[in-house]
Structure formats: C-alpha cells, structure tokens
C-alpha cells in the first residue's frame, strides 16, 4: 500500500558497514594490542573514524591501552553499543563482556560467538574496524575469516626465528581463506639505553624484512622496543601527544592503512 512505501521511505538507510582489517600475530606478547591500539589513535589523529574490537580472549587488555576500564557496552536493539574512549576511538571488548580471566574457560565456538557480538555492533558512522585477534590460528580467527571476511589482515611479530615461524603461520591462515595480508610489522626491533643511547637488538632486528620480502608480503615497517611504549599503553594513553620516534614508526604505518 501507499502507506507503507511511505514508511519504508521515511527509514534512514543502513549506516555503511566499517571496512575490517585484521591485526593478528602467531604467538602472545609480540605486541598485537600495543600495535592495534596506537594505530587506531594515530588513524584517529589524521581524521578518520576508527573503532577497535579486542577480540583476545585470552588476554583482552585493550579496556587498560585505551583506558575504558569501568566502562560497560549498552545493547540497543539486541546489539551492543560500544564504548567511547578518550582518545576519539570507540571499543568493544571481550573485556567489557567478561570479568578478567573468566573467558579463558570459553571453548571455541563460544569464543567465535561473542567475537561476532562485538563486530556486529552498532559502529555508526566508523569507517574502520581493527580487530585485535587472539594469538595464533584458533575459533576467533576461523569465524572471523567464515563471518565477516576482513579486506586485508596486518601479522606483528618480534624479530625472533621462532615468533617468525609462528606469525608464517598465522599469514599462511588468512591466505587460505583469501584474506589478503597488508604486510608484516617487526615490534620491539632495536632498544635505545635511556642512559647511553646505545642501540641493542634483544630480539634480533631485521628478521620480519628478511622474511616479508622472502614470501612477497609487504614490510610496513618497525616499532622500536621503548619504554615509552609500555608505560603509554599501561596509563591508557597509547600515541596521545604523537610526537617522538615511537609515535612516527606508529604513524607511519597508520598512513599505509588509510590510503
Ligand atoms: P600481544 O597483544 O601480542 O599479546 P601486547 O601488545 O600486550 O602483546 O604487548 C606485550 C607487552 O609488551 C605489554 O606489556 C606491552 O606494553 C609491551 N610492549 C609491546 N610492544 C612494545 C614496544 N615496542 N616497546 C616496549 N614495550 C612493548
């Protein structure tokens, strides 16, 4: 009837789904969420709307680098309404689902479930969604890839042999479920002494070039080991002033994931 063609013209359209790029690595503590975390500021601080889903289970520690840990995700309509954090980027975390180590009792499929409530969310007007997946090649990265099929995937390791073969892995993932990798980040690549300056390479340095240009992915560059990084990341606030080395190696590769 004319009534309802009226009605169905009155509704505003659909905000556009956000584009899904995925941050993942092979193992834990390379700096996946670090990395996630001071992208999507820096994204933030060049104008673009960026949200984060902190799909780690086993570690969600987004709700801290991002500093909305009292924070609660309202649901609206069946769906969650994420958080906003001071830095002008919007979150939804595992960590705001459950109490901390509680969903490292969760068996797969659950874990692929609430991963999916995060991403299916009410995102608004963000245009990008980084995802903060959990290490390795488990459920989250399995439904993530089956559900939501991320235009492009990051992979972070340490210079290390082994966090390479562990993050070959988590490429060779995304590969067979046609998920295109942007490239590969070398975190905590060359420590600068606060007291002589000395630059030293606890984990090796060089080791994910060597190995992006060996298999043909991208190198999208290096983060340093810095304590700046972590203290930032402990007191929520990742990349704030943007100033510093730390932040232009951050930055830098935020303007390859912009363009
Ligand atoms: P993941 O998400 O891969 O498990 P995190 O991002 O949580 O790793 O990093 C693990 C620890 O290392 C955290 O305490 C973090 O603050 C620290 N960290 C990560 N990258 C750096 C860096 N480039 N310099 C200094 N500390 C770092």
Redesign the pocket.
């Known amino acids: 009837s004319e009534v309802r063609v009226a009605m169905v013209a009155d509704r505003a359209p659909p905000p556009p789904k956000p584009r899904i790029i995925a941050i993942g ?1 092979g193992k ?7 990395l996630t975390a001071n992208l999507a500021v820096a994204l933030a601080r060049m104008g673009r709307k960026v949200g984060v889903v902190d799909a ?1 289970v086993y ?1 969600p ?1 987004q709700p801290t680098i991002l500093d909305t840990k009292g924070g609660k995700p309202e649901a609206r309509d069946d769906k969650l309404v994420p958080v906003q954090s001071r830095h002008g980027v919007p979150l939804l975390s595992m960590g705001h689902l459950v109490e901390p180590g509680k969903a490292l009792a969760w068996r797969g499929p659950m874990a692929g479930n609430a991963m999916a409530q995060l991403v299916d969310a009410h995102w608004g007007d963000t245009e990008l969604l980084l995802i903060d997946l959990p ?1 390795g090649t488990g459920d989250v990265q399995l439904t993530m890839l089956q559900k939501f099929k991320p235009e492009g995937a990051v992979i ?1 390791s340490t210079p290390q042999d082994l966090a390479l073969i562990d993050a070959q892995r988590a490429a060779n993932l995304f590969d067979s479920g046609k998920v295109p990798i942007i490239g590969l980040v070398e ?2 690549s060359g420590y600068a002494c606060p007291h002589c300056g000395e630059v030293s390479d606890p984990f090796g340095r060089g080791g994910v070039e060597t190995a992006a240009e060996g298999t043909g992915i991208p190198f999208l560059g290096r ?5 700046e ?2 203290k930032a ?2 007191a929520g606030a990742p990349n704030t002033s943007g100033d510093g080395e730390e932040a232009e190696a951050f930055s830098a590769i935020a303007a390859k994931l912009a363009s």
Do not use: F, Q
């Not at 834990?28 to 670090?34: C, D, E, F, R």
């Not at 983060?223 to 304590?227: E, G, Q, S, V």
């Open positions: 690595s834990g503590g390379v700096g996946k969420s670090t780690d570690g520690s290490p972070v975190n905590m983060i340093p080991l810095a304590l990084i972590r990341s402990d």
